[in-house]
């Protein structure tokens, strides 16, 4: 068998139909499989599963387990699965038709290919939107020193990080002896901790600049509630330790090449004080946000000497934080909220 497609499942009735339909629905004329795994799903999504599978069995399996979370219920998902190359999607999102078609002709163009990458649109209100920044110009193919540009990525952005976005040889995640029970603790950047190891493991890449992958964006927001265990598990310091510790068999073990994880590191942790602090319901609320310790996001050299690292707008920012200063963080809110008032003007004239 050529695809398995891995659904992880859990409490998702209102979307997983259009999930499911859109993988029954491909133009590939192939042999594929869905693993739909129900990760304990308190809601109907467990009978609808279990629903498909049984109008498809010739397609579909379903596996139900305790909740252990999106990790856990992926990790299930791969032990199950046969296919050749096994696809990611989440259950509240959805893929094109020509998905499987399209890597597939990708592969038989090009043999011997461990992942083939390509790119999604956001999907909200029922309507899709493109990508505002295409990461790649067309189809490029990485191997050897040429992977440098990929790991370059992987430590200074988010556009590679997703596991929805590739095609991945099963054989590459079954052989994963990786200890993933870090991710339990988070509910953040665990696509791209299991990314870094896949591009690592990976001899050839192909990314192709098709938007294959629907990703719904108005399922999930920040809690307008002050929750500082909702805040440690958004904690990404994890993610920028594990670069580190690749750097070495990347072949870039360089102080430059950890100033970046580090600016990376910092301009992340600055990022998510602002979604808390903008989303905090009231002053009260904001102010639980400013007390809270920000500094555990970061490695001991950012709080050391926090003017090397970082975009400018992160040291500012961070210096009002360790300062707790009320008044200047909110000044610094209003003149982002202006800002992106008049941007949105300024769009609006053009258009007109």
Known sequence: ??????????????YLEQCVESLLNQTYKGDCEIILVDDGSTDSSGVICDRYAENNPDKIRVVHKENGGHTSARLEAIKNATG????????DDFVECSLLETVNAVLDDNPNTDMVMYSFCYYENGKKRPRNLSVFDGTEIFEGPAK???????ITTPYINSLC??????ALLKNDTTDYSIL????????????????TKCSKIININKPLYNYRTNRKSISRSYNPQKIERKNTLFLYQRFIELLPAWEMDSEENINKIYGACFDKAMYLF??????AATKKN??????YNWSSMLFDAIIENPQKFGSHNSIKLYR????????????????????RILKKIKRAIKEV
Not at 1 to 14: A, G, T
Not at 286 to 291: A, H, I, M, P
Not at 320 to 339: E, S
Request: charged fraction near 25%; include cysteine.
């Open 84 to 91: 050749e190359y096994s696809l990611f999607c989440d259950s």
């Open 320 to 339: 009002m934080i360790l300062n707790n200063n009320y008044l200047l963080i909110n000044l610094h809110f209003i003149r982002k909220k202006v800002y």
């Open 286 to 291: 904001r102010k639980k946000v400013l007390e």
């Open 184 to 199: 339990k603790n988070t509910d953040i950047a665990e696509d791209a901790y299991v990314v870094s190891y896949l591009v």
């Open 1 to 14: 068998m050529k695809f398995s497609i891995l659904v992880p499942v859990y409490n998702v009735e209102k």
């Open 148 to 154: 440098k540009k990929l790991y370059d990525l992987l």
């Open 274 to 279: 602002c979604m808390h602090y903008e989303h």
């Open 165 to 170: 976005t590739k095609a991945i040889k099963t």
